[in-house]
């Protein structure tokens, strides 16, 4: 079958999106073909997500033309994305928990016994519910309530419900983050059929191997813009690399060595019950001690314990030699310890403070005489902070939540250097900034080490943790899975640590990007 | 697409998305800081041409009284909405605060009676604070809680009447005069700026707001969240204390059915001035706006002869428009 006769199932044609202070789309195409698997490559913040939010409805783009079998149309909600056979299966599902398997596929469109009364018709949801599970060969009893179903048979149920709203193109966003590689074989050959049966596949992945296997075309996009199309057949992992990233991977990690100093934190044993267990470490001045692990293996619950945002049961910490006791973050702020967390928006940013307010928020003591703020000061210091990171922003009294994300991550650091913190606890400090601004983020972080600073980094982007860290540790399941030095550190030791599984595993598990 | 093409929109996009520095001259005024003024000021120029009275000293120095106490017990309400919560306990205390003073001051003297009214007040803010941020009960229950409790006790201890006897010394505080400003007006105004100052020139002002922006942050930015929050309810206790010993003065009885619906009213106010009901975005002048806007048109509709319970539609109506203007106007944003 030749591309150039058959027409495309949708067309989106110079797509713009902007957010305040990012522009995350600037004009891009992207064609789906009838009953292919499109992937989508990028790096984090490339704009991929806000693509799939504009096709599926979440979004409305600013400006460009989205057509379905060469017809324009508006689409202005989820509902009208999915009205023209467009469903998305998030990584985070829309299931009521509570419900049956059936109740789930058909909520919002209940079949009704009598319509005017708006009275369910059970039996005949149960029966449409088995039908379209049987047709895809989908193993759910659809009486279960889906909270006591497994993650792969919960996303098998979001599949059924986009198969009974008939849908002509699906969205998977990372779908196989989430599962076994049994249950990843199961889904690329429910893909097949899909594809057999003239569905297309809108797929975002991370992992190229997998895309490899699946994927007919790839779009490449960088910085809201796209790179390339390319059959994924014929294309080289390499080049496909190449073209997300758009450097080498020297300059996109710019690490300032260091020679590490003496010890200024030391945690031994640390245990909180069920979450923590006798986690230990020591970290070094100088140094950047990444950690790694898979997504639920308590990296973040570990940051928190120890800046004191969670209790902990037992365990000891050692700062510059002291036992302390660390039972709230202002008494891990006066030990000179500062945490920039994973979920900037939720635990970071005050969104509605202007920047000067966000920055300063930690030093008020020290800009304060009983209390009283000293209001020049204050600006002063502010405006220091602002200009030596470089927060682009048109003024101090800006609110926070209009900045990019990268000035964002900058006004979150600034505030600890107002508290003269050394000890850093930085949890994914990259995760949805641009890579402009990541770079920006690096350097800051060699010049925090040379100043004589220690990094505690959190990441779950490997090459992050490969191009950052001095030393670095691998959490599984809450405890401590293994430690590797810069030089002997590789992906796959990495990863076969941080599943505390065997390497046969590894080939397509991967850590959640 | 084309590299000039892009540029375009790229200068296009950042263009709009800063209006400081490129956008006309109309959008650089602040209409948000003005809005509630001119607002004002028109329902002052509509009333006064209905109404020529509206602008005599004595109906002037009328409304200045009549919105002192809402203006008290809306200072504490900023508090308590700035920090993320609220109180709904305000209005009870009134009665409850009027009745400790009435008694205390019967068994103890002028000024027992005034600091125990005042000191009830902050007390009842203690609680309702330690149960917010100790027991960590939604500021909505803890309070509303408080609201049913405080009027039952202001019941029990005045075996439901009023408590009369007052000694006519207290009568300045409520009906005297400074000049030509009523008292009330002048201690509402007093508090009005002391308030205000704690907002935006202190410590725990400026943490005020921090948790109202982002409690979580505030926590992880080194906030004791906890103490603060406490804070916040002592506070509006304490405004509830003082409007309840002013109030009591100006009805010179102990009266244990005060104050009723007053929560309601304060809580207007801080929306109608453009206090963000879910913390984090107002202040003093937003609230005196509101409470302002509230105390001329109860005026200037009773001055033209609208009765109470068209009033009350009236508020209601307000109530939606300024909410629903400043929604849209964050949502143009």
Known sequence: ?513 | MSEVGLEEIEKKVTGESVPSQKAGFLSRIPWSSIGMPAVLILLCIGFGSINPNFWSMMNLTNVSRQISILALISIGQTFAILSGGIDLSVGSLLALVSVVTAQQMLNYGLWAGIAAGILVGAFAGLINGVLIAKARLPAFIATLAMLITARGVALTLSGGLPIDGLPSSFMFLGAGKIGPIPVPAVIAAVALLFANAILKRTRFGRYVYAMGSNEEAAMLSGISVVKNKIMVYVVSGTCAGIAGVVLTSRVISGQPTLGEVQELYAIAAVVIGGGKITGGVGGIWQTLMGVMILGVLANGLNLIQVSSYVQNIVIGVIIVLAVYVDLARERRR
């Open chain 1, 1 to 513: 079958m030749s591309e150039k006769e058959v027409r495309p199932f949708v067309e989106m044609r110079r797509i713009v999106k902007h957010f305040p202070g990012v522009l995350a789309l600037k004009g891009v195409d992207l064609d789906v073909m009838p009953a292919e698997v499109h992937v989508l490559l990028g790096e984090n913040g490339a704009g991929k997500s806000t693509l799939i939010k504009v096709l599926s409805g979440v979004y409305t783009q600013d400006s460009g033309e989205i057509l379905f079998e060469g017809k324009p149309v508006q689409i202005r909600s989820p509902h009208d994305a999915q009205n023209l056979g467009v469903s998305t299966i998030y990584q985070e599902f829309n299931l009521v928990p509570e419900m049956s398997v059936a109740e789930n596929i058909f909520l919002g469109r209940e079949p009704l016994f009598i319509r005017q009364f708006g009275i369910l018709d059970r039996g005949k949801m149960f029966e449409q519910a088995r039908e379209v599970l049987s047709k895809f060969d989908i193993h759910v009893p659809p009486e279960t309530t889906v909270k006591r179903l497994g993650v792969a048979q919960q996303q098998m149920v979001e599949i059924a419900k986009a198969l009974s709203l008939n849908a002509r193109v699906i969205i998977m966003d990372e779908p196989t983050a989430v599962l076994t590689s049994r249950e990843i074989d199961h889904l690329f050959k429910m893909i097949e059929d899909f594809k057999r049966r003239g569905i297309s596949i809108v797929y975002i992945s991370h992992r190229l191997e997998e895309v490899k296997r699946i994927g007919d075309r790839a779009t490449v996009l960088r910085d809201g813009t796209v790179v390339g199309t390319v059959p994924v057949a014929t294309t080289p992992i390499d080049e496909l690399i190449r073209m997300m990233v758009g450097r080498d991977l020297k300059d996109k990690f710019p690490k300032t060595k260091v020679e590490p100093g003496e010890e200024v934190l030391r945690v031994e044993n640390l245990r909180r019950e069920g979450v923590l267990h006798d986690v230990s470490f020591h970290l070094h001045r100088g140094e950047i001690l990444g950690v790694s692990g898979l997504v639920g293996s308590k990296r973040t619950e570990m940051a928190r314990a120890i800046f004191g945002a969670d209790k902990i049961d037992s365990g000891e910490i050692t700062v510059r030699g002291k036992r302390l006791e660390i039972k709230s973050p202002a008494q891990a702020i006066d030990a000179r310890l500062a945490l920039v967390p994973e979920d900037r928006k939720r635990h970071g940013i005050l969104p509605n403070m202007s920047v000067k307010h966000n920055v300063t928020l930690s030093m008020l003591k020290r800009l304060a005489r009983i209390g009283v703020l000293n209001l020049g000061k204050e600006k002063e210091s502010a405006q220091g902070y602002a200009n030596s990171l470089r927060i682009a922003t048109p003024n101090l009294e800006r609110w926070v939540m209009y900045l990019s994300g990268g000035n964002q991550q900058k006004a979150v650091i600034a505030k600890w250097l107002g508290v003269d913190a050394d000890i850093f606890i930085f949890d994914e400090p990259t995760r949805g900034i641009d890579v402009g601004a990541k770079v920006e983020v690096y350097q800051l972080m060699g010049e925090l080490v040379k100043r004589g600073a220690a990094i505690l980094m959190i990441s779950s982007e490997l090459p992050e943790i490969l191009g950052m860290s001095d030393r670095i540790i691998v959490m599984h399941e809450g405890h401590i899975a293994g430690e590797f030095t810069r030089e002997e550190a590789t992906q796959e030791k990495i990863l076969s640590c941080a599943l505390g599984s065997t390497p046969a595993q590894q080939t397509d598990m991967g850590v959640e990007a």
